[in-house]
Structure formats: structure tokens, C-alpha cells
Nanobody, 125 residues
Framework: QVQLVESGGGLVQAGASVRLSCAAS????????MGWFRQTPGKEREFVAG???????YYGDSVKGRFTASRDNAKNTVYLQMSSLKSEDTALYYC???????????????????WGQGTQVTVSS
């Protein structure tokens, strides 16, 4: 079992930056691929970024060049640095992980077994 807790969300102005954190506890974290997703009411959960335990990262098209995922295995924590924020980035942001998710499948929410409770990011224009 893995527990995930996100933090760092809030209300920010367009163009600003914010860093989200996701602290993991429970089973081995270091060998798991971690994903970030976001969701707005009435819409499907959208893939934002994924980071493999090797450090390999992959991003959704809407955030490429603006968001950066990183991880600190010693702290069992992953981060999502979000820059040049836009109003359309407003969403509830989740981190997720699981033993089944791989690099080819990281963009699919069904690949993940464990989810955090989410942290809200609201970007005002």
C-alpha cells in the first residue's frame, strides 16, 4: 500500500510559478514511476507529467516547456514545478503511482493504482 499526499496548490496570478509536492509513504517508492494528472469539473482526468525512477520525464502537450517534474528519492517526494501559468491550468492536481505503470502507459490514468487527494491550483487572469 502506498499513501500519497499533495501540497503546494493555491491561488496564483497568470504568468506566475508554483511548485507542487507529492509525499509518498508505504511501499517502495524509489522503483515506481510517478505521474501527475489534473482534472476540472465535468472533464476527464488529464495527464500532465510522468517521471520514471531513472529520472526520465514525459509531459502532456499542453504543459511542455512550462512544467517540470522532478523527484527526490531520499525524501520519497516528487515535485511539479509549474511556470508561466495560464487560466486554463486551473484544476485539481493529483499525483499517482503504482507497480503496473510503465513508460509507455504513464499517460493513462487507468495504469495507476494509488492516488493522492489532490491539491487545487487556481490561476487568475
Amino acid at each position: 500500500q502506498v499513501q500519497l499526499v499533495e501540497s503546494g496548490g493555491g491561488l496564483v496570478q497568470a504568468g506566475a510559478s508554483v511548485r507542487l509536492s507529492c509525499a509518498a509513504s508505504g511501499r517502495t517508492f524509489n522503483n515506481y514511476l510517478m505521474g501527475w494528472f489534473r482534472q476540472t469539473p465535468g472533464k476527464e482526468r488529464e495527464f500532465v507529467a510522468g517521471i520514471h525512477w531513472t529520472g526520465y520525464t514525459y509531459y502532456g502537450d499542453s504543459v511542455k516547456g512550462r512544467f517540470t517534474a522532478s523527484r527526490d528519492n531520499a525524501k520519497n517526494t516528487v515535485y511539479l514545478q509549474m511556470s508561466s501559468l495560464k487560466s486554463e491550468d486551473t484544476a485539481l492536481y493529483y499525483c499517482a503511482t503504482g507497480s503496473r505503470v510503465t513508460i509507455p502507459t504513464m499517460m493513462f490514468s487507468s495504469s495507476y493504482d494509488y492516488w493522492g487527494q489532490g491539491t487545487q491550483v487556481t490561476v487568475s487572469s
